[in-house]
């Protein structure tokens, strides 16, 4: 009797195995019809379920973390973080061109969204990194960085602007809207962030410990969008001279130096020889649209980003550590979560001088601009062989091929937020369409002396 009954465990048991199997070899077949466009399609929906679907439920803000697994620590499943939901904006935008999710339903989150931005904690106008999305206050980032984050709040700032242009012609409930982007982008004192009138932006103030954290935005890295705003607001603005001393070190950023034939531009900070992690080819470019622009040290953004981009593409090609799985289909090194040498999960800046044999799916993904056969390569790759890497809101943030195809089932914010809207870029120009023919931009951009081979500056 007992043999019957292990005998009946094993058969189902290897059932439920072969059942396993077979539903994920129909998922492979099923992505594997997709045609490119499609499968863009598929990504980009996904990838905005984190921001529709996963949102912190009183804010409507973008969670700095979700996680699969339902393991968070203490209270973090309603701490929302600002640069991440501005790429959330941007996300949900991409979501309603496309016919994802309802307009008037987008509206009207939308709405709710920038009515709590106005009662939350803002110190000198920018926001925090992090918010409690219950209550509005701040939830300190470190312990003196609990006041005002300007970085990102320009991330944060960039979604809003681009969710006023997208609606300010719209009907009364659009306008309304706009109106309050409007007034939310009017209240940051960026040039409060100069500590007292410096040539250079400063990253972070705290009511409590004032300048103390001390970070001054110096390039190259991903806070470029922070001085197109600065110089772009109509009411705190700074001036063309703190973009040129702070900004570029008076042009001393650049560099003469190549990786696999290819010219940095830039001295990228901390990685002069390989250029920094891709979001630095990201972050600042959701709205900022690096085609043809240019200013007194750079002859194109776009090639800058491209062969960063690239230059991290060879690299992982090349393989010097001899990961496997490393290829052309799987690449992408960036800020994310990563694999512990125990196996427990942690955080770095994956890039090629910290590479730890975790690829990002973020990274491709949203490089689609400037690499687009690479990361097309790698998206197909990802959904149809490595199913597993996949979860409800689509690629997990951390994948390696090396660790018996290790991921966590985890997700941030701010690499799932530039997913959709990079991708849209490269597919229709949409978001750099709005951001660069907004008024204060254009004028922001002229102040600064770039160039733009796409749009007239006036």
């Known amino acids: 009797m007992k043999k019957l009954i292990i005998f009946a465990a ?30 863009m399609d598929k990504v980009q929906s996904d990838a905005l379920k984190y921001f529709w679907d996963f949102a912190e439920p009183n804010s409507l803000l973008g969670r700095e973390r ?51 931005l106005a009662k939350a904690d803002r110190f000198h106008g920018a926001w925090p990194h992090w918010i409690n999305g219950e209550t509005g206050k701040v939830v300190p980032f470190g312990k003196k960085d609990n006041g005002g984050d300007l970085v990102e709040s320009a991330f944060l700032t960039s979604g809003i602007l681009m969710v006023r ?43 409590e410990y004032a300048w103390e954290m001390n970070f001054p935005l110096q390039g190259y890295n991903e ?22 001393q702070g900004w570029t070190r008076n042009g001393t950023y ?3 130096k190549t990786k696999y034939g290819l010219p940095l531009y830039v001295k990228h900070n901390y990685s002069e020889e390989y250029g920094g992690p891709l979001f630095w080819a990201h972050y600042s470019y959701i709205g900022l649209d690096p085609r043809g622009l240019s200013d007194k040290y750079i002859k194109n953004y776009f090639d800058l980003n491209k062969n960063q981009v690239l ?66 390569d790698f998206l197909k790759f990802i959904y149809t062989q490595k199913p597993q890497f996949i979860g409800a809101a689509g690629p997990f943030d951390a994948t390696s091929i090396h660790y018996n195809n290790w991921f966590t089932p985890r997700y941030l914010a701010i690499d799932q937020g530039t997913i959709a809207p990079m991708i849209e870029n490269y597919r229709t120009g949409f978001l750099w369409k709005l951001f660069m023919n907004a008024p204060e931009i254009q ?14 500056i006036q």
């Not at 800046?349 to 910290?354: F, I, S, V």
């Open 254 to 256: 650049t560099t003469d």
């Open 10 to 39: 094993l058969s189902l048991v290897l059932s439920s195995c072969n059942s396993s199997k077979n539903n994920t070899e129909s998922k492979k077949t099923e992505i594997s019809k997709l045609s490119d466009n499609q499968l």
């Open 66 to 116: 979700y996680h699969e697994d339902d393991i968070y620590p203490d209270n973090d499943k309603h701490v929302v973080t600002t640069g991440g939901s501005g790429f959330g904006l941007a996300t949900i935008l991409v979501g309603v061109e496309r016919g994802f999710i309802p307009r008037k339903e987008a509206v009207k989150r939308l709405n709710h969204i920038m009515d709590f």
């Open 311 to 376: 230059i991290d593409y060879k690299y992982c090609v090349e393989n010097p550590k001899n990961w496997k799985g490393f290829g052309e289909n799987y690449w992408g090194l960036t800020a994310g979560y990563t694999r512990n040498d125990d196996g427990s999960v942690g955080y770095t800046a994956h890039q090629p001088t910290e590479d730890r044999g975790v690829i990002t799916p973020t990274a491709a993904l949203s490089s689609f601009p400037y690499s687009p056969k690479e990361s097309m």
């Open 165 to 207: 242009e997208y609606f300010k012609n719209g009907n009364e409930e659009e306008k309304i809207l706009a109106k309050k982007c409007d007034e939310l982008w009017k209240g940051i004192e960026w040039n409060w962030y100069t500590k007292g009138g410096e040539k250079v932006l400063y990253w972070h103030w705290s009511p």
């Open 223 to 244: 806070c470029l969008i922070t001085y197109i705003l600065a110089a772009s607001s109509p009411t705190h603005a700074i001036d063309a001279e703190t973009y040129y």
């Open 443 to 456: 004028q922001g951009l002229k102040k600064l002396d770039f160039k733009s081979e796409k749009y007239r």
